[in-house]
């Protein structure tokens, strides 16, 4: 008896052990004990909410292989991006990833607001994309996706007006307005002059990017050309007050011979206005005097203050490799940005009878010979307003002369742009 006692009492003993050595070493709270840590990164895409079938598959396939990240996608309003990524940028809680458009983007890597990349990250990406996103040397973006616009033009117009040629730049275009006017009663284009940056895209394709340039002979000639066009009215009134909505209204309607505008439009006038989809065909984008073309970007950016950058910066070379944007082109005509989609057959092969499957290789051929995009150091916005007003100026004023009014946009643009 005495000896059960003994043997009782040691096991209490060792019992009492046990749990206290489980209490100090073992897991807490009911987790697992080799359950990994989740980092969580947070994603702002701007406008894609009615890609739900594209997105969500696509991040529960890049959790399925990085079980250690958790993506939280997060749709802002295109309208909303600059307002809502510079508030959360100041804030010391910022998304990880966020969908904007290069030149707000560059704005905040010059504020040194941004966790700059390593290039070397992006040598699968095209050359003179990643050349646009770079400030001071340095990356600050993971292109995102691309556009580039086409000429669409009217081939009955153009047979009723007895032209045979295409025009390659917007002086040959130009000098058709005439001949077209004339022989058919309809424009040859509506240039939307005041609509955003289209004016400053212009200019830049004659090298006119800067203040000094803008008063040079090359520039008074662009300008006085437009308000010869305007006064003989060769060129819709609207010109200079309306967006391209209108004038792609005004080209479905059968009243232009031509119009600059994205592949993704070409399924807006085959759906509205059928008859002239017909008589559609597409042409390269027109240049100036340099002979490249521009194009639309959109990026994706780190802010500086982002908690978990490496996990986000993995997302991002995910979303953007071959296979995700061949996706996604095929889903929204848009271009990638990425080297190895682009040699996709979608993009390098396209059948004569089908103008929108031509207009896709052509938009993707131009990204081989892209105009260097303009980078003010202050005012942007202002600066591209201010231009939209002088030509507003010139083409209405009857007082001024052309160089007149640029020598004064030029001294305005260098005050804008030093302050």
């Given at each position: ?40 990164v947070t994603f702002w895409s701007l406008q894609m909410g009615t890609f739900n079938s594209y997105m ?275 889903l929204t005509t848009i271009l990638p940005a990425n080297n190895e989609s682009l040699k996709d057959s979608?993009?390098?092969v396209y059948d004569d009878t089908d103008v929108i499957s031509k207009a896709r290789y052509i938009s ?56």
């Amino acid at each position: 008896m005495k000896n059960l006692k003994i043997i009782i009492a040691i096991v209490c003993v060792c019992l009492i052990c046990v749990s206290a050595v489980y209490e100090i070493f073992g897991p807490k709270n009911g987790t697992q004990k080799n359950s990994p840590k989740q980092t969580e990164v947070t994603f702002w895409s701007l406008q894609m909410g009615t890609f739900n079938s594209y997105m969500e598959p696509l991040i529960a396939e890049f959790e399925k292989e990085n079980p250690e990240i958790k993506i939280k996608w997060i749709d802002v309003p295109y309208s909303e991006g600059e307002k809502r990524t510079l508030a959360s940028i100041l804030s010391n809680t910022p998304p990880d990833l966020v969908n904007l458009t290069p030149d707000f983007s560059s704005v905040l890597a010059q504020k040194q607001a941004l966790e700059f990349i390593d290039c070397k990250k992006l040598s699968n990406y095209n050359k003179q994309i990643i050349e646009t996103l770079k400030y001071d040397g340095k990356c600050y973006a993971v292109p995102f996706y691309a556009t580039s616009s086409l000429t669409f033009y009217n081939k009955e117009i153009l047979k009723q007006a007895g032209i045979k040629n295409l025009p390659k730049t917007f002086d040959e275009m130009n000098a058709m307005a005439v001949q077209i006017k004339d022989k058919t009663g309809k424009f040859v284009t509506m240039p939307t002059l005041t609509e955003n940056d289209t004016l400053l895209k212009i200019l830049n394709k004659y090298d006119i990017n800067s203040s000094e340039k803008i008063t040079s002979d090359k520039s008074v000639k662009i300008f006085d050309e437009y308000k010869y066009l305007y006064a003989k009215d060769l060129i819709p009134k609207e010109s200079i007050t309306q967006n391209h909505q209108e004038a792609l209204e005004k080209y479905m309607s059968g009243q232009l011979a031509f119009i600059q505008s994205g592949a993704n439009f070409l399924n807006i006038v085959k759906e509205n206005a059928p008859q002239v989809f017909k008589h559609t065909d597409v042409s390269n984008q027109l240049t100036g005097s340099n002979g490249k073309y521009d194009v639309s970007i959109m990026n994706l950016i780190i802010p500086a203050r982002a908690k978990n950058k490496e996990a986000a910066l993995k997302f991002a070379l995910f979303l953007t490799n071959k296979q995700n944007q061949v996706e996604l082109a095929k889903l929204t005509t848009i271009l990638p940005a990425n080297n190895e989609s682009l040699k996709d057959s979608y993009f390098t092969v396209y059948d004569d009878t089908d103008v929108i499957s031509k207009a896709r290789y052509i938009s993707a051929e131009q990204l081989n010979n892209l105009q260097k995009q303009i980078k003010f150091k202050n005012n942007h916005k202002e600066i591209i307003t201010l231009l939209n007003t002088t030509v507003q100026k010139i083409i209405l004023s009857e007082k001024n002369s052309t160089k007149q009014e640029l020598e004064s946009t030029a001294k305005n643009w260098k005050r804008l742009e030093n302050n």
